[in-house]
């Protein structure tokens, strides 16, 4: 007990109150810039996707405490370098801050605490708390239109594979998108289902794995890589197991506790597979490491490294920096500017040749959605074919707020992309001429169906989700506008029915509905 206290006494002797002040100065701005960002991540962990990153500081914590002897044996040395990191990160928050995008505010946080360590700790320390500081970016969610993408794409190659194990075991099981039919009953692979839940957590258990791993970095790289598979594997072999137990126990396999405690064990399997591969690549010859431990230095040597860490000029210039940047987002007005438009409500029945029949979505779905306002209208013309047109318009997409894409949807449903990617219309001169959209043939069950999709921002025609981010910036910059919506047409190709003709049907209904659409859409 006493050298504990002689050591504390130490610690408080060394770290100066003016330095402790500056710590709580940095602390104060980083919560007064970030606040509203922080806030939406804790929201984020909730969801089941992401509820492991609430243990991810306090691993981050836990791996810079395994280094304290080695920190305190390095001299702490003020390097202007770390205005690097540090500039980048503001530039960053302002990217994130008027496009919209929480995870570009997530990387200015770690780029300035990046930054901030750099300038008053040195490169020496840290290189020795580097992995610590990357392994901190688990911590952080994706972006919602990379998540639903990667989400949509997992739930269709788990239930694909879940399938063929079903198939394999001898059962009839049949896959439309993310259901499974199995004759007897259907099975839907929805979110819970989707591997997220296993993917993540995993990936980032083998990076930890693999960095406790006494071996050579090739080792360690297949480690790490095997868990893409591995999750996927595993999580098709639980959907599979849900089939063939369906039948024997009925409903309660898919639901309640058992859907839970599959899940568990399916994860806990997933481990036991990891640290076999670990044993067995032990086992594999390679040069033997050279693992020198590190002496220990006397414990004034340890602490004294602490006194200077926090040089005046890199301080007052780092806090000059953060505080500018807390005056500027608190003190400059961005309300954005959102124009008047025509409700969809108004929006004509009556198109050309074409009359149209409204259709609504359920609640449930334009929750999630989230957009302002909307039309589905079926189309149809004198000979009784059939355009459908969907139109939906967001008056805001700031922080967590996104169009979602017909391609990361469609296939949800069972639909397969045959062909896909950007075309040009031709439409008349009057309406643009040539106008660039995403098309897509898709099948299933038979049914084939063609479909255009583009999205309309603030009188630019896109066609990816890359580019509305990059243009959400730049028009809330100098314009203060992040509207938009997305526009989709599809059209089913009927029968014997060629694909030109649906082609020339589709072309032919977008000429009269994106005059009418410049009506409702403001540019």
């Not at 504990?4 to 810039?33: D, E, F, H, Q, R």
């Not at 946080?109 to 490169?123: A, E, N, S, T």
């Not at 909307?374 to 700031?398: M, P």
Request: overall charge positive; aromatic content about 14%.
């Amino acid at each position: 007990m006493s050298l504990i206290g002689n050591i504390n006494l130490k610690v408080i002797g060394i770290v100066k109150p003016t330095s402790l002040a500056k710590i709580a100065l940095y602390g104060l701005l980083l919560i007064g810039v970030y606040y509203s960002s922080l806030a939406y991540m804790i929201s984020q962990w909730g969801r089941e996707d992401y509820s492991y990153c609430y243990l991810i500081p306090f691993i981050v914590l836990y791996l810079i405490w395994e280094k304290r002897n080695q920190l305190a044996s390095l001299p702490s040395v003020s390097s202007w370098k770390g205005l690097i990191p540090l500039a980048f990160g503001i530039v960053f928050f302002w990217l994130g801050e008027l496009g919209g995008e929480y995870f570009t505010l997530y990387i200015s946080f770690w780029l300035v605490m990046v930054g901030i360590c750099w300038m008053h700790l040195g490169w020496e320390k840290l290189k020795t708390i580097a992995f610590s500081l990357l392994f901190s970016l688990t911590m952080f969610p994706f972006p919602n239109f990379l998540h639903n993408k990667i989400s949509v794409n997992l739930k269709l190659i788990s239930s694909q594979l879940g399938v063929a194990m079903m198939q394999l075991y001898g059962m009839s099981a049949y896959r439309e998108g993310n259901v499974i039919d199995l004759g007897f009953t259907q099975l839907q692979v929805v979110d819970a289902c989707n591997g997220l839940r296993y993917l993540f957590p995993l990936i980032i258990l083998g990076i930890l794995l693999a960095y406790f791993f006494r071996a050579a970095f090739w080792k360690k790289a297949i480690l790490v890589i095997s868990t893409l598979p591995l999750s996927i594997i595993t999580n098709s072999l639980r959907i599979a197991l849900t089939g063939i137990l369906y039948e024997v126990w009925g409903t309660k396999v898919a639901e309640g506790f058992f859907h839970g405690f599959s899940g568990w064990f399916i994860f806990m399997f997933s481990l036991g597979i990891l640290l076999l591969e670990m044993w067995i690549l032990k086992k594999v010859q390679s040069s033997r490491f050279k693992i020198q431990d590190s002496k220990q230095q006397q414990e004034g040597e340890r602490l004294g490294g602490i006194q200077n860490s926090f040089s005046l000029p890199q301080f007052v210039v780092t806090v000059i920096l953060l505080g500018a940047t807390l005056a500027l987002s608190q003190g400059i007005e961005f309300r954005e500017n959102i124009p008047i438009k025509k409700s969809f409500d108004r929006f004509p029945l009556k198109v050309g040749e074409w009359s149209g029949n409204c259709q609504t979505m359920e609640q449930k779905f334009i929750d999630t959605l989230d957009l302002s306002d909307y039309a589905l209208i079926e189309y149809q013309d004198s000979t009784g074919k059939s355009v459908n047109f969907y139109v939906a318009y967001y008056e805001s997409q700031r922080k967590g707020e996104s169009i979602h894409s017909p391609a990361t949807c469609l296939p949800g449903g069972g639909w397969i992309f045959k062909q896909a990617g950007a075309v040009g219309i031709p439409l008349p001169p009057n309406d643009g001429g040539l106008m660039k959209v995403n098309r897509a043939f898709m099948q299933k069950s038979g049914h084939k169906q063609l479909s255009y999709y583009w999205f309309h921002q603030r009188g630019r025609i896109l066609t990816n989700t890359y580019q509305l981010k990059i243009f959400a910036f730049w028009d809330a910059l100098t314009r203060q506008r992040t509207d938009g919506a997305m526009v989709r047409v599809i059209t089913p190709v009927y029968g014997l029915e060629e694909l030109e003709e649906a082609e020339k049907r589709l072309q032919g209904f977008m000429r009269e509905i994106v005059p009418v659409l410049g009506e409702f859409l403001p540019d």
